[in-house]
C-alpha cells in the first residue's frame, strides 16, 4: 500500500485544489534538486499548473521530493522519476487534449494557422469516468445491463470555428471537475503505489529500482490501450515485485524477471502470455527460497 504521509498529502491538495486556494505562488524546486535538473522539473512544474492548478504542481513538487537527496537515487533515476512522474499525473483525457487543442489559438481566440481536426476514440466507461462517482456509478451500472459499458464513441476536437473554440474552452474549463472524477482518484492511487514500489525497491532490492521506475512506460494514452497497460503493470508488479519486496519470493534479479514479463504483455484483455511468463518465472525460484 502507498504510504501514508503520500496518501494525506495527496488528499490535502486534493481538498486545497477543490475550494479554489491559489492564493500562493508556485512552488520552487526542492532546495537539494540537482542544478541540471532544474530547467526539466521547472516545465515540469508549469504542466501541472497548465493541467490543473498551483496546488496540483505543489504535490508534484511534494512527491519528487520524497526521492530528492535520497541514498541510491542519483541524477539519473531522479530524472527519469521527475519525467514519468509528470507524464502520468498530467494524463491523457479528453480535457487535457481539449487543452491542447485550445493552445493552437491565440489570446484573440484565433487560429495561427490552418489545424487539422483531431478525432479520438474512447469508451463510454472511459468517458463516464470523468464524472465524480455519486453521479458516474448509476450511469455504469445501466451501461452494465445495456451491455454498452465497453462501446467506442468518436469525439471530435476542432478549433477551425468560433463554434467549435468555444466548446473547447467550456471543455477545458472542466479541469476541476477532474478532481471528483473516478479517474482522478484511480490515477492518485496508482501514483502513489508506484512510488511506494520504488521506495520500497530502493530499500530491498535497490539493483531493481530503475526497472521499476521505468514500469511507468507501460502506462499511457487512453482507451482499450490505457486499460490493458494498468492491468500488465498490477500483474507484474503483484506478481513479482510485491511478492520480492514481502519476502515472499527470492527472486534473485528482479530487474530481469521485470524486463522478461514486460517482454511477454501482449494487447490481450485475459492476459495469458503474460500470466504464463509470470508463472514460469515465479517457478524458476527454488521452493525452499520461499518464505513459509
Avoid at 498551483?54 to 539519473?76: E, I, P
Avoid at 463554434?163 to 484511480?186: D, H, N, P, T
Avoid at 500470466?275 to 527454488?286: M, S, T, W
Wanted: net charge positive.
Amino acid at each position: 500500500m502507498p504510504d501514508d504521509d503520500g496518501l494525506l498529502a495527496s488528499l490535502r491538495y486534493l481538498f486545497a485544489d477543490i475550494i479554489g486556494d491559489e492564493d500562493e505562488g508556485p512552488p520552487v524546486l526542492p532546495d537539494a534538486c540537482p542544478v541540471h535538473l532544474g530547467p526539466a522539473v521547472s516545465a515540469a512544474i508549469q504542466l501541472m499548473i497548465e493541467y490543473q492548478s498551483t496546488k496540483y504542481a505543489q504535490l508534484y513538487v511534494d512527491r519528487l521530493n520524497r526521492f530528492v537527496g535520497r541514498h541510491g537515487v542519483g541524477d539519473a533515476m531522479l530524472a527519469d522519476i521527475a519525467q514519468l512522474m509528470a507524464q502520468r499525473m498530467a494524463y491523457e483525457d479528453p480535457i487535457r487534449i481539449a487543452q491542447l487543442k485550445l493552445a493552437e489559438v491565440n489570446a484573440a481566440g484565433v487560429l495561427t494557422a490552418r489545424s487539422a481536426d483531431d478525432v479520438k476514440k474512447f469508451r463510454l466507461d472511459e468517458l463516464i469516468d470523468a464524472l465524480p462517482a455519486v453521479v458516474a456509478d448509476p450511469i455504469l451500472g445501466l451501461l452494465e445491463r445495456l451491455g454498452w459499458r465497453r462501446r467506442r464513441v468518436s469525439i471530435r476536437f476542432s478549433a477551425n470555428s468560433r463554434f467549435s473554440v468555444r466548446r473547447l474552452r467550456i471543455e477545458a474549463g472542466l479541469k476541476r471537475w477532474r478532481l471528483f472524477s473516478i479517474r482522478y482518484a484511480k490515477e492518485r492511487v496508482w501514483v502513489e503505489r508506484w512510488l511506494h514500489m520504488i521506495d520500497r525497491s530502493l530499500t530491498k532490492q535497490p539493483a531493481a529500482a530503475s526497472a521499476v521506475i521505468h514500469t511507468a512506460t507501460m502506462v499511457r494514452g487512453y482507451g482499450d490501450p490505457y486499460r490493458q497497460g494498468i492491468a500488465d503493470w498490477h500483474a507484474i508488479i503483484d506478481g513479482l515485485a510485491k511478492p520480492t519486496f514481502d519476502g515472499v519470493l527470492a527472486l534473485p534479479d528482479l530487474a530481469d524477471a521485470i524486463a522478461e514479463a514486460r517482454a511477454a504483455a501482449m494487447p490481450d484483455p485475459r492476459q495469458a502470455a503474460l500470466k504464463r511468463k509470470i508463472a514460469e518465472i515465479r517457478a524458476r525460484v527454488p521452493a525452499a527460497k520461499l518464505s513459509r
